[in-house]
Every structure is written in C-alpha cells, then in structure tokens.
C-alpha cells in the first residue's frame, strides 16, 4: 500500500481515482473496490494534509489547483482514460482535475460537491445559500485562531452532516477532524474563490453522474442543480434517505450507482449486473 493512497494493482485495468472529503482520507472508499471487482484498478490517493500525506507547506497561497496536482500526475502516469470519482471537497477537487484533463477522462461521478464558487452565479437564491455557508466558516475560523479546534471541527460537522453528528462520533474520531480544522480552512477558501463560467462544464465531452442525498443541506442542491444544468451530458441521480455524507452512511446505494456509471461507460462487453453483489444478481 502506498503511503498516501490506497493504490490497488493496476495491470492494464481501467483505473479509477476517488477523492475523498474534508477530514477524510482514502480510505473512506475501501467499500468500493468490491463493487468494482477484479476488473477495474481502484486508486484513492490521501489528499494534501490527511491521512499519511504531507500538510500543506505554506509557501505560497493555496488554491484548488495546488490540491488536484497530485491527481493530475496520477493521470498523466497511466497510460489509458481514467473514471474520476468524488465526494463534497474531494468534488470540488475532481472538477478541476476534470478541467485540467478533460481528454484523459473516461466518465466522471460527483457526490455533492462542495464548489461554492457556484452559487454566485444562481442570483439571490444562491448568494443566500453561500452567504449561510459562509457565516458558519467564519465561526470555524474563529475557533481555529484562537486553538478552539473541536468546537470549531462541532461546528463544521453538525453543520454538514446534522445537528447531533458530532456527538455521535467517537473521541478518536473527532480529534481526527480537529486536527484538520488548518486544513479546512484552506479548502473553504479554495473552493469559494475557484472562479470558473460555467461554460466550462459544458464542454465537458463524458458520461458525468451528479449524485445528491435527499435530506442534504439546500446550499449543496443548488450546487448540484447549477451543475447539472451546466453540463450536456450529465445525469442527476437522488439518494433517498441520504445526506450530505452519503458515500458513508449508505455505502451500498451510492456505491451501486458509481459503478453502474463507471460500466456503462466503459467499451460494450461488459454489463451492471456483472458488478452487483451475488444475492442482487440472482433476483435480477
């Protein structure tokens, strides 16, 4: 395994690279590499700051660009179109990664991302929603600045994922997102200030897959909802009973539909059914 990432073997397997979200790391898709079988290589690199990676280093500002460089070389070192996958930030991320590569890809699924930038061109609507976002940020700033970190990461977690989330994690598992509230606070600053037309998306030429989860905050529907109306090929999928951390708490459901888009984008020969789990099969 490598020391920031989980890198499955590639051979000459299609590849598919997954991003994971604020106070992550790659390991949050372990549960996708069943779905995907024997067929696909699963690559989910640690981004900047978590996991085993290195924090960010500070010589410069950082922008959405400093984080997709990593992923933008993991492109460029394999040989073939790759499917790009991600969730909330780890979105954010992958649509600029998808910009930069927009040739070397073969589909693109999105869980919710987090570009805020986006809600400043859906009027009023979206200035509301990304002005609430941006009240909750300063809070978290504010803890940050003065080594409050987990009140600051209780705020950013009850505020993302529902009053009473942070609560319900274990002590292990909130000093592990207090520990990157630094890091949040860059990512916030990116995303919001990643300033691209939404004329860009329309260029893009493959199968993207828009997933949202039905009880997720109204600031990441709009962003989903500007996206989708953006992109010409794009499909718009709901996860009933999910929120915005879906991908977590329903594995299984998001999982299904990230590799029912992975296959159907790949070259005719293979079907769904193939990658669904045994009992799913049977009945199908």
Not at 41 to 60: E, F
Not at 119 to 134: H, P, Q, V, Y
């Amino acid at each position: 395994m490598n020391t920031s990432a989980m890198f499955y073997e590639r051979d000459s397997k299609p590849s598919v690279i997954a991003l994971h979200c604020s106070g992550a790391n790659g390991q949050m898709w372990r549960h996708l590499a069943d779905p995907l079988g024997d067929r696909f290589a699963l690559i989910a690199p640690d981004l900047i700051g978590c996991g085993a990676a290195r924090p960010w280093g500070g010589a410069q500002e950082f922008t959405a660009a400093d984080e997709a460089a990593l992923t933008i070389s993991i492109i460029d070192a394999i040989d073939a179109p790759v499917h790009l996958v991600g969730h909330s930030y780890g979105g954010g991320v992958a649509l600029r990664v998808a910009r930069e590569r927009a040739s070397r890809l073969a589909s693109l699924t999105l869980y919710e991302p987090t570009l805020l930038s986006v809600l400043n061109t859906m009027g009023d609507e979206g200035r509301a929603a990304l002005a609430e976002i941006d009240a909750k940020a300063s809070e978290v700033i504010d803890g940050m600045s003065t080594g409050a970190y987990l009140a600051a990461a209780r705020i950013f977690v009850n505020y993302w994922s529902g009053n009473g989330s942070w609560e319900a994690m274990s002590p292990e598992a909130q000093a592990g997102v207090a520990r990157h509230v630094p890091k949040l606070c860059l990512e916030y600053r990116a995303m919001s200030r990643e300033r691209v037309p939404l004329q860009a998306y329309r260029r893009f030429n493959f199968p993207v897959l828009l997933l949202q989860g039905d009880r997720s905050l109204q600031p990441a529907h709009l962003i989903v909802r500007q996206l989708h109306r953006a992109m010409k090929s794009a499909a718009l999928h709901t996860v009933y009973g999910a929120g915005h951390m879906g991908p977590l708490t329903h594995p299984a459901a998001v999982n299904a539909l990230v590799v029912g888009h992975i296959v159907r984008a790949e070259p005719a020969g293979a079907t769904v059914e193939q990658f669904l789990p045994i009992e799913k099969r049977l009945a199908a």
